[in-house]
């Protein structure tokens, strides 16, 4: 049971470029979320999807757009990379959405590097 | 407006003592709460969670953790520290009312046992 996976693991970029950062889970869950960790500001919210074919804005949406493309995946994209978008991204998702206190389950990250 | 803090950015014991790392809330209505642990170079792993009832919770590698309204804090323990519990520590809330689906992170504590 691999729960969830994000490809790929280490990424570097020269400003401009875009690329697309993926996560699938195969915990039939219906929720997923995107985040960033930044040191010393924790994780931040970049975009979630409840469920299967809706996504909404999280605390720091700008410069990012997501695809739930199935119950399993949920990418990320970056269409213009800056250096401010330089961190570790974490996919997570949860069987069921946050107001019903499930807890989520992370992904090992992916750290993006923008020169 | 909702708000996690974990006052001590690092916490030093010795093995074999006890730990104690703090979080502190700020919501309205009754809090979901959480603990998440990070080991270097890997995503967050859930630890254990407060939702309702017994106001002590117990979670996975012997931590638990204990709810107090009054003081508005949930902090997590563990009787007896070992090396393999280094690690950064993690408070998240969310509360039950309205349609705020958003978990609020605290910025994580760095937990180093010695040996």
């Known amino acids: 049971n691999a729960g969830v996976t994000q490809t790929p693991k280490f990424q570097v970029l020269k400003t401009g470029q875009s690329m697309t950062l993926q996560c699938a889970q195969d915990?039939?869950?219906?929720?997923m979320y995107w985040y960033r960790q930044d040191p010393g500001m924790g994780l931040r919210l970049i975009y979630y999807?409840?469920?299967?074919?809706?996504?909404d804005k999280g605390e720091v949406p700008n410069g990012y757009n997501v695809s739930r493309l199935n119950k399993r995946e949920f990418s990320l994209r970056l269409e213009s990379a800056a250096p401010s978008q330089t961190s570790v991204y974490f996919c997570?998702?949860?069987?069921?959405?946050?107001?019903?206190?499930?807890?989520?389950?992370f992904g090992d990250g992916t750290r993006l590097s923008i020169l | 407006a909702q708000s996690v803090a974990q006052p001590e950015d690092q916490v030093n014991v010795a093995e074999g003592n006890p730990l104690t790392v703090k979080c502190t809330y700020s919501?309205?209505?009754?809090?979901?709460l959480f603990w998440y642990v990070q080991y270097p170079n890997r995503g967050l792993q859930f630890l254990l969670k407060?939702?309702?009832?017994d106001n002590l919770v117990k979670g996975s590698y012997g931590f638990e953790a204990e709810f107090n309204k009054s003081q508005t804090s949930f902090h997590l323990k563990k009787p007896s520290a070992l090396v393999s519990d280094s690690a950064l520590y993690f408070c998240?809330?969310?509360?039950?009312?309205?349609?705020?689906?958003?978990?609020?992170w605290g910025l994580g504590t760095s937990l180093a046992v010695n040996p």
């Open positions: 997570a998702s949860s069987t069921r959405p946050d107001r019903e206190g499930q807890p989520q389950h």
């Open positions: 915990m039939n869950h219906n929720s």
């Open positions: 999807s409840a469920s299967e074919g809706t996504t």
């Open positions: 919501v309205s209505g009754n809090p979901y």
């Open positions: 407060y939702i309702t009832g």
């Open positions: 998240a809330v969310r509360s039950n009312a309205g349609n705020n689906r958003k978990l609020i």
